[in-house]
Nanobody, 127 residues
Framework: QVQLVESGGGLVQAGGSLRLSCAAS????????VGWFRQAPGKEREFVAA????????HYANSLKDRFTISRDNDKNTVYLQMNSLELEDTAVYYC????????????????????WGQGTQVTVSL
């Protein structure tokens, strides 16, 4: 069993930065790949980024890879999402999720690949 808790969301002006954290409990967390997704009102959940179990391989949505960076610290059981140059369109609830495969594959961008989900943290970008 893995429990995930996101934090770090909030209100930020366009062009600003935020760092989201995904804190995990469960002794097997370090074997999981972790992904970040987001969901804006009226839209489907969208893949943002993912990192493999060891933190050595990452994968990003093409439209976000120049502004977002995912990383993990397995000693702290935490995965981070650094978001820079935020735009109004980045406004959404951001979720982290754990994938028991531990690796990055063609299925990584799909929510069904993930077994555990956090409750989400709201990110609002304003003018």
């Amino acid at each position: 069993q893995v429990q995930l808790v996101e934090s770090g969301g909030g209100l930020v002006q366009a062009g600003g930065s935020l760092r989201l954290s995904c804190a995990a409990s469960g002794r097997t967390f370090t074997t999981y790949a972790v992904g970040w997704f987001r969901q804006a009102p009226g839209k489907e959940r969208e893949f943002v980024a993912a990192v493999n179990w060891g933190g050595t391989i990452t994968h990003y949505a093409n439209s976000l890879k120049d502004r977002f960076t995912i990383s993990r610290d397995n000693d702290k059981n935490t995965v981070y999402l650094q978001m820079n140059s935020l735009e109004l369109e980045d406004t959404a609830v951001y979720y982290c999720a754990a994938d028991p495969s531990g690796v990055i594959t063609f299925a990584t961008p799909y929510p069904d690949e993930y077994e555990y989900w956090g409750q989400g943290t709201q990110v609002t970008v304003s003018l």
